[in-house]
């Protein structure tokens, strides 16, 4: 648990200093058919960098 604790804390330094950043482009909000409408009608045009986020699936 430590090992993990200390892995945990390295990247989180590395990504405050920015040395780490995230790939998310797009965030879409709630996980809906009109929000997953719209992320599969971006991925299917072929023009989407980074990656798409949906929220709330649990």
Sequence with gaps: M???ARI???ILAAVDDGRISTTAT????????ANLKKAHEQ???GSTIGKIV???FA
């Design 8 to 10: 945990l804390n390295e």
């Design 43 to 45: 991925l299917e045009s």
């Design 54 to 56: 949906l929220e709330g």
């Design 26 to 33: 797009k965030n879409f909000g709630a996980i809906n058919v």
């Design 2 to 4: 430590d090992e993990q």
